[in-house]
């Protein structure tokens, strides 16, 4: 009972999983065949290990017992043949037809005879045969080496018809499709997924982490030509940028915003851009340490370390001089035109790049 209502919640939490990243899944899947693993080989170092002792216990019971042990054993395994060979010729569930095909189709019966004759059975009867106690009220358990053997046998057959049946029975593998098409074809279509979601979502940080959750399903197998890729990405930015520009001087942005407020944008827009093509770690690092050895200066000497020496000063300042302190509000203001001018410029680049993606989709 409680395999059976492990193996049902650990299901139930499968489907769950299943729009979770891939490395999620990759983790998960790892973590549960390592353990299905092992505990099938425990099971069967488990039997191996009883091998010798059913052997001895045949050499008790005569060959007269041993073959009646081996017909009932044979008899478990033909009666399990035909229930699983009846259960899937006979199965007319949506799930059972998805798996197996139309029920009235010619393939259903050699389906049938596949599934019945596959697999290795007896397993858990066969832990359940060791669980049972030596003894019990004083007296040894009644026909428990009984048990183990007939278990025993049922591994064995099974494993044996399985081993000589299905290499004659199944076709040949073949593939009429590369892993790399496969590849090619999920990438579309999360990229198609994509683009649905966002189109539904307006929030711009959701949409965003929606996005890179779902990239990460693409696959990373495809062997990517660098120096194509490189011109492709040069192209867009180019593109894009142009996009940007166009909407930064167009009559509607105009109108709303200030022109200092667009050049400013526009400066900064620029100087992201520069900033962006520099991989030189060294320049990078230059750049930053200059950066912050004169932010230190100048705070130490204004003595502006703590949050509470900050607000002081800053409170300071715009009481004693009028000119600082439309100095600060004109900043404000700047700063807030320029929010949301940043606000509009990522629609519309989101709405550009999510036309270029539709367009090369089609």
């Given at each position: 009972m409680a395999v059976v209502a492990t193996g049902i919640e650990h299901n139930?939490?499968?489907?769950?999983l299943r729009l979770t990243s891939t490395n999620v899944q990759l983790t998960s899947r790892t973590i549960w065949s390592i353990l299905s693993d092992i505990l099938n080989d425990f099971v069967f170092l488990i039997l191996g290990i009883s091998l010798p002792e059913v052997a001895r216990n045949f050499t008790q019971m005569g060959w007269r017992g041993a073959v009646a042990l081996l017909g009932v054993s044979v008899l478990i395994y033909v009666a399990m043949w035909i229930v699983r060979y009846a259960w899937v010729l006979r199965g007319d569930s949506p799930w059972i037809a998805a798996f197996f095909g139309n029920p009235k189709?010619?393939?259903?019966?050699?389906?049938?005879?596949?599934?019945a004759v596959s697999g290795i059975h007896g397993t858990v009867t066969l832990a359940m045969a060791f669980s049972l106690p030596n003894r019990i009220a004083g007296h040894a358990f009644p026909y428990r080496n009984e048990l183990i053997a007939i278990a025993t046998f049922v591994i064995l057959i099974s494993m044996v018809m399985s081993a000589i049946v299905l290499p004659r029975k199944l076709p040949q593998k073949t593939e009429a499709y590369a892993m790399a098409d496969l590849d090619h074809i999920r990438n579309k279509m999360v990229d198609y997924v994509i683009l649905q979601m966002r189109s539904q979502i307006e929030d711009h940080a959701v949409r965003e982490a929606l996005t890179d959750q779902l990239q990460s399903q693409k696959s990373n197998r495809l062997t990517v030509d660098r120096a194509q890729t490189t011109a492709n990405y040069t192209a867009l930015l180019s593109e894009t940028k142009e996009v940007v520009d166009n909407f930064l001087h167009c009559d509607d942005v105009?109108?709303?915003?200030?022109?200092e407020v667009v050049n400013l944008y526009d400066r900064i827009f620029q100087r992201v851009l520069v900033e962006?093509?520099?991989?030189?770690?060294?320049?990078r690092m230059k750049h930053t340490i200059k950066?912050?050895?004169k932010e230190l200066f100048w705070h130490t000497s204004h003595r502006?370390?703590?949050?509470?020496?900050?607000?002081?000063?800053?409170?300071?300042?715009m009481a004693d001089n009028p000119q600082y302190s439309e100095r600060v509000e004109t900043w404000q203001a700047t700063r807030d035109a320029?929010?949301?001018?940043?606000?509009?410029?990522?629609d519309a680049i989101d709405q550009y790049l999510d036309t270029v993606l539709t367009n090369r989709l089609k």
């Open positions: 139930w939490e499968a489907d769950r189709g010619d393939d259903r019966p050699f389906f049938a005879r596949l599934f105009n109108e709303r915003y200030s022109p962006s093509k520099r991989d030189h770690l060294g320049l950066h912050w050895k502006m370390i703590t949050k509470k020496q900050r607000l002081r000063f800053h409170a300071a300042k320029l929010l949301a001018l940043n606000s509009e410029v990522t």
